[in-house]
């Protein structure tokens, strides 16, 4: 019994057509999975990791020019001494509690 000649290559290109369709069988259940599960972050407020890094871009550049302003207001007003505060200089009066009871207290039942 001999084979056909081309049962070989008609073989090889089954292999090959299947391994293509269970490589983008593959790329679709990823897709899915993801999908799923970006929605499922979602929905509990969570942020993606593209997401974090601009904010935290955003972050350093605001603390690098609040630092900044910091810095150069700083370096333009002279050092003054620190004055009282006006808490420390004016303290404030004692409540005195009412000796008597309160008017709810004082009801009569009836």
Do not use: C, W, Y
Not at 23 to 42: D, F, H, P, W, Y
Not at 56 to 72: G, K, N, V, Y
């Amino acid at each position: 019994m001999r084979a056909r000649p081309g049962f070989i290559s008609d073989l090889a290109q089954v292999a090959n057509g299947a391994a293509s369709a269970f490589g983008s069988m593959r790329e679709e259940i990823e897709n899915i999975v993801s999908a799923r599960t970006e929605r499922a972050l979602n929905a509990r407020g969570l942020v993606t990791r593209e997401e974090f890094d601009a904010l935290r871009t955003r972050h350093e550049a605001l603390a690098a020019r609040l630092a900044a302003i910091e810095a150069d207001r700083a370096a333009a007003q002279p050092e003054q001494p620190a004055a009282k505060s006006r808490a420390a200089a004016k303290p404030r009066a004692k409540v005195k509690k009412a000796a008597g009871k309160s008017a709810a207290g004082t009801r009569r039942k009836s």
